[in-house]
């Protein structure tokens, strides 16, 4: 490669996160975008130690999430209380396993592989990993789309208690578990915006500069 692509940190250029207009702040100044006046930053500020805090406790929140019941079954003989993985093997039936997959894989697959994809970029972003770089940005875009469709087992969740409710004799309770799942999906979201994508390219582009 005869040519290296030059970042717009390396230009002494900012963009603006609310606007998207590219300025160039002046040095030793508290930067403001000149359209729309949010604070500008060449890199979110504290992105890696944030993000980590957050996966940290998203993690944390992964526990009780799945250990604390999500659901209870009250009928005329009694009560039941059925945590996520109680509920999957519940519902794995000859007619209705396609519905235990999606909450399987809702609920408990795709939470925890988003907080081990953010460690895995957290942790190669602070190593200063020249590999993978365009893999790595695919992996974080995927994590942010996922997103979007975090809260579905919450939607499968309601779904399911309305359909109960139709029963006669039978009727259905939120468990705790259901709280803490739904703090794992936020806090999860919100790790992904902490994190600044365009860190994964800044070291590579240091050591082709040196
Ligand atoms: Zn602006």
């Known amino acids: 490669m005869n040519a290296l692509p030059a970042t717009a940190m390396s230009l002494g250029l900012a963009g603006c996160e609310v606007c998207g207009l590219v300025s160039r702040p002046l040095a030793g100044t508290a930067p403001h975008c000149p359209r729309c006046g949010e604070a500008l930053h060449f890199r979110r500020p504290a ?5 980590w805090a957050l996966v940290i406790a998203a993690l ?6 799945n250990l604390l019941p999500v659901l209870t079954t009250y009928t ?3 009560s039941q209380s059925d945590t996520i993985m109680q509920g999957v093997v519940e519902l794995w039936s000859p007619t209705s396993w396609p519905l235990a ?5 809702a609920s408990i697959t795709i939470p925890l592989g988003k907080l081990i994809a953010l460690a895995y970029l957290l942790i ?3 190593r200063g990993s020249l590999t993978s770089t365009r893999q790595r940005v695919r992996l974080y875009r995927m994590v942010k789309f996922i997103g979007r469709w975090s809260m579905l087992d919450v ?3 309601t779904f399911v208690v309305a359909l109960v409710q139709l029963k006669p ?3 259905m309770a939120p468990g705790p578990g259901v709280m803490f799942f739904a703090a794992v999906v ?16 800044d070291l590579p582009q240091k050591e082709c500069n040196a």
Do not use: H, K
């Open 155 to 157: 939607f499968v969740d």
């Open 76 to 78: 005329p003989l009694g």
């Open 186 to 201: 936020v806090v999860t979201m919100v790790a992904v915006n902490c994190f600044d994508p365009r860190l994964i390219w």
């Open 124 to 126: 190669t972003v602070q």
């Open 101 to 105: 997959i999606v909450v399987f894989v």
């Open 47 to 51: 992105s890696i130690e944030r993000c």
């Open 60 to 65: 944390i929140l992964y526990l009780p999430a």
């Open 169 to 171: 004799l039978m009727w």
